[in-house]
């Protein structure tokens, strides 16, 4: 018997930076671990909704363009929110319109309903990027490989998560466990981005998954400036909303007796804005800040507080990128990308006397200890992994050098 071959072609793309100024995933692949798909493939790559340029959106980004022939998904898309996936249009659902987009949450229970109005496209490779029900979706005629930025954690985990906490909730919570278990039974493979993650996917669905960071602009976070740092100020960086819990910088810096600056955007602002008034050191608010602020931010701030259990959490990446050491509860994404007493200080707790003593714990550490364990999470790092991840499990459509 003539063994069977396939034909195959790289994955590249002709871009170089995208809107942000950060070099292109393709652009700067190292060529030799660049997917390669066979010629013939149907692929398609799926997110559960682009509503910001979020630690989530980027990785579908990633992996769009590692993949430039595959068809885009997502249950819906705000068009504010620019993606570099070339030419390409994103697919959505009959939940992308703007009443449902701004109360989204009132959608959660029917989008499994969305992903399966798709029907099933028989596509040769799925790749999903999850965080909700994504992995519901049943356009796989061959292999679904899921990427896991956490379990539903309203449904899972609602101590972290309280939109699914309240007893009323209890028989819908209940109905969409066992959808969301059932489905987990059909994807082929998983990736978490964090170790904290890929536990959760094994306590919930009983399932194994390879860790695969997300990719974070490293390079452009580390670049250095002539200027020596100032270091003479709190961080806080993150959305204005409650659970990101940043009104803690502002109290944990008043109890050491330091400036704070808190960076972001959102609807919780009022409560930073009495915070800030009730504060005895001074408090900056900087609103939507660019990209080169943000840097700037990072590279003279005393440390980092970041005050919230993320599933991993780029920000405190950014901010090691940049040199600065962070302050954190040693629980979620953060065990990964911290190292205590190395490139931060772990709490036992959250709270502002924790962060507090963080912040005093934290003169000790080097800026070049700092970046040495941001260069851990670039995107080429990302690339390699997701790369051998993709060849590993697409049972030959997509191969690897």
Same mark, same amino acid.
């Given at each position: 018997m003539v063994p069977q071959t396939h034909q195959f072609v790289r994955a590249t793309s002709n871009s170089v930076t995208d809107s942000r100024g950060s070099v292109g995933v393709a652009a700067h692949q190292d060529l030799s671990t660049a997917p390669i798909v066979r010629e013939s493939a149907r692929i398609a790559v799926l997110h559960e909704w682009v509503a910001a340029y979020a630690g989530s959106e980027q990785v579908f980004e990633a992996i769009a363009r590692m993949l430039p022939s595959a068809d885009l998904i997502a249950l819906s898309y705000e068009p504010t929110v620019k993606l570099d996936v070339g030419a390409r249009r994103i697919r959505t659902t009959f939940l992308d319109r703007q009443t449902l987009r701004s109360r989204r949450h009132l959608t959660l229970p029917i989008m499994p309903i969305a992903w399966r109005s798709l029907g099933t496209a028989n596509y040769d490779v799925v790749v999903s990027s999850h965080h909700a029900f994504a992995h519901t979706n049943r356009l796989a005629a061959g292999v679904h490989l899921c990427y896991v930025h956490s379990p539903a954690r309203y449904l899972w985990s609602p101590e972290i998560d309280a939109r699914g906490a309240a007893w009323y909730l209890g028989p819908v919570r209940a109905a969409l466990r066992?959808? %969301? *278990?059932?489905?987990?039974?059909?994807?082929?493979?998983?990736?978490?981005?964090?170790?904290?993650?890929?536990?959760?996917?094994?306590?919930?669905?009983?399932? %194994?998954?390879?860790?695969?960071?997300? &990719?974070?602009?490293? #390079? +452009?976070?580390?670049?250095?400036?002539?200027?020596?740092?100032?270091?003479?100020?709190?961080?806080?960086?993150?959305?204005?909303? &409650?659970?990101?819990? *940043?009104?803690?910088?502002?109290?944990?810096?008043?109890?050491?007796? $330091?400036?704070?600056?808190?960076?972001?955007? #959102?609807?919780?602002?009022?409560? $930073?804005?009495?915070?800030?008034?009730?504060?005895?050191?001074?408090?900056?608010?900087?609103?939507?800040?660019?990209?080169?602020?943000?840097?700037? *931010?990072?590279?003279?701030?005393?440390?980092?507080?970041?005050?919230?259990?993320?599933?991993?959490?780029?920000?405190?990446?950014?901010?090691?990128?940049?040199?600065? &050491?962070?302050?954190? &509860?040693?629980?979620? #994404?953060?065990?990964?990308?911290?190292?205590?007493?190395?490139? #931060?200080?772990?709490?036992?707790?959250?709270?502002? %006397?924790?962060?507090?003593?963080?912040?005093?714990?934290?003169?000790?550490?080097?800026?070049?200890?700092?970046?040495?364990?941001?260069?851990? +999470?670039?995107? $080429?790092?990302?690339?390699?992994?997701?790369?051998?991840?993709?060849?590993?499990?697409?049972?030959?459509?997509?191969?690897?050098?």
């Open positions: 066992r959808l %969301d *278990l059932a489905a987990s039974e059909m994807v082929t493979a998983y990736a978490a981005n964090s170790t904290a993650v890929a536990e959760r996917i094994e306590k919930f669905w009983g399932r %194994d998954s390879t860790v695969i960071h997300p &990719p974070v602009r490293v #390079g +452009f976070f580390s670049e250095t400036s002539p200027r020596a740092p100032t270091r003479d100020y709190v961080l806080g960086v993150g959305r204005w909303i &409650p659970y990101k819990n *940043l009104h803690l910088v502002i109290a944990a810096a008043d109890l050491a007796g $330091l400036p704070v600056k808190i960076a972001g955007r #959102g609807a919780d602002k009022s409560r $930073l804005v009495a915070a800030a008034a009730d504060a005895t050191v001074p408090v900056e608010l900087i609103e939507s800040p660019s990209d080169d602020q943000l840097r700037s *931010l990072y590279r003279n701030a005393a440390c980092l507080v970041f005050p919230t259990i993320e599933d991993f959490g780029i920000v405190p990446v950014e901010a090691q990128a940049a040199g600065t &050491p962070v302050v954190a &509860p040693a629980q979620g #994404g953060v065990l990964d990308t911290i190292v205590d007493g190395i490139s #931060g200080v772990l709490t036992r707790n959250v709270s502002a %006397d924790q962060f507090a003593a963080g912040i005093r714990d934290c003169t000790s550490i080097t800026e070049h200890d700092c970046r040495q364990s941001s260069f851990r +999470f670039d995107e $080429l790092t990302f690339e390699r992994e997701m790369a051998r991840w993709l060849f590993e499990y697409s049972s030959g459509t997509i191969g690897h050098l």
